[in-house]
């Protein structure tokens, strides 16, 4: 239990997204919602939590622009992502102190 929710690739060996608070206590569920846009979690602190399954997708709805600006991105992203520079930033999460240094 690190208190942490952490969202994994079903090829990769590391974690998608990590999410966490300050306050949240042991998680002892998740759920997705019935289109996988959100994630649900409830922890020992009796609270229920909504988080994005992808944290950078945006909410709001996108005009065609932003869409192309997106798709671009990730495709750079994709071309390049065997320079070592673009893969360190592609792996960087953040992560509580506690988790870090427990490493």
């Known amino acids: 239990y690190d208190r942490t929710i952490r969202i994994f690739d079903k090829l990769g060996g590391r974690s998608r997204e990590i999410y966490h608070t300050k306050r949240m206590q042991k998680v002892f569920t998740t759920k997705y919602s ?20 992808v944290a950078d997708q945006p909410l709001k709805t996108l005009a ?39 490493k």
């Open 34 to 53: 019935l289109d996988s846009r959100f994630v649900f979690s409830g922890s020992d602190d009796t609270n229920i939590r909504i988080w994005k399954s």
């Open 64 to 102: 065609p622009r932003e869409k192309q600006q997106i798709n671009y991105s990730k495709q750079l992203a994709q071309r390049y992502e065997h320079m070592p520079e673009i893969r360190r930033i592609l792996k960087h999460r953040h992560e509580p102190k506690d988790v870090y240094s427990a």
